[in-house]
């Protein structure tokens, strides 16, 4: 298993074990007017969070929660650590500073000093965050840093969303789908609007050092997305490499080493992996709420054509 997995379980362990001491009202807090996990953030993180220092090679991974983006990480951690300019050394000394530096799995995660403890990690470092770009440090578009962004349909996110709220003991219950839907849709869960996330994100379509991928087309042809993303990032990997990290990445493998790469939360985080698992939870009028949703807020803008909507959304 590549890069410092036994830090991320442990990280998980200790989110679950405060999880079940926390009352509910007091999982989530509120930064500029967005909830966040209390278990693994706080306002002052947040406002450290400036002060982060991106390098002109830093691999930034953005996604909305539950758009994939554990499987992107793993994908892209894979297709790094294949990459022929890498060396084992190499690997062996950011695994082992990403121990001694206490980093987290996420930009937004882990305590106020997590910033400076970020500028000791060797190149290349791998960031990933749930945050859309104008929240993100300004000094991510400073610097030459690429951006990866993961995409996902928003049914399918919404579904999947609601079962990880349910399950997951640092984040709030929700009483019913219903309940959950009216929340998802009006931003009032962890990282705010699905939406508004999006609709900043496609004022960057055109920017030269943002790629886009949707979950849908990862699933689609997972070869030829690892191919753009080796492409975009400039890893030279090859083409058995490429079999070998599909095989390495898929679904069913992943949840198998769930236990060792993600501890307790490796059960909750590979639920089903398809697309289109909506179908079975939204009501007509769910389903009409959400089509009129997308349009008025991506109908029309090249992000919305690229993630096909018609094909993935409409029953
Ligand atoms: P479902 O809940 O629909 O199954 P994130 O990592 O952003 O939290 O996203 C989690 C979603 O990605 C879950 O969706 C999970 O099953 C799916 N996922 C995780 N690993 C995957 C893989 N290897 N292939 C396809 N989907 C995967």
Redesign the pocket.
């Known amino acids: 298993m590549s890069r410092n997995r036994e830090r991320i379980v442990k990280i998980m362990e200790d989110c679950f074990s405060q999880g079940e001491k926390i009352p509910a009202e007091g999982m989530l807090f509120s930064y500029r007017g967005i909830l966040y996990p209390a278990t693994i953030s706080s306002p002052e993180t947040l406002e450290a969070m400036k002060t982060f220092e991106a390098r002109d090679d830093d691999v930034i991974l953005a996604?909305y929660?539950?758009?994939?983006?554990?499987?992107l990480d793993q994908i892209v951690r894979e297709l790094e650590s294949a990459d022929v300019k890498c060396t084992e050394e190499e690997m062996k000394e950011r695994i082992n500073a990403e121990k001694k530096l206490e980093t987290f799995p996420r930009l937004e995660f882990g305590d106020p000093g997590i910033y400076e403890r970020m500028k000791k990690l060797p190149s290349r470092r791998i960031i990933q965050t749930h945050l859309p770009p104008h929240l993100l440090p300004l000094s991510i578009f400073q610097s030459k840093a690429k951006i990866l962004l993961l995409v996902r349909n928003p049914k399918?996110t919404a579904?999947?969303f609601y079962?990880?709220y349910n399950n997951m003991p640092v984040l709030p219950s929700f009483t019913s789908w219903d309940e959950y839907f009216t929340a998802f849709m009006n931003g009032k869960v962890a990282w705010g609007s699905y939406f508004d996330h999006l609709m900043e994100w496609n004022k960057y379509t055109d920017h030269e050092r943002i790629m886009i991928m949707t979950?849908e087309e990862l699933?689609e042809d997972q070869i030829l997305g690892m191919k753009r993303i080796a492409a975009f990032f400039g890893f030279s990997l090859l083409e058995e490499d490429f079999h070998r990290i599909a095989k390495n990445?898929?679904?069913q493998a992943?949840k198998e080493k769930s236990k060792e790469t993600h501890g307790k939360m490796g059960d909750i985080?590979?639920?089903?992996?398809?697309v289109g698992?909506w179908k079975d939870v939204f009501s007509k009028a769910q389903n009409e709420e959400m089509d009129r949703k997308f349009q008025e807020c991506l109908g029309g803008t090249k992000l919305g054509a690229m993630m096909k909507y018609e094909v993935y959304c409409k029953a």
């Open positions: 996604g929660p539950k758009t994939g983006t554990n499987w399918d579904v999947s079962h990880f979950y699933k990445t898929s679904f992943m985080l590979f639920r089903k992996g398809v698992n």
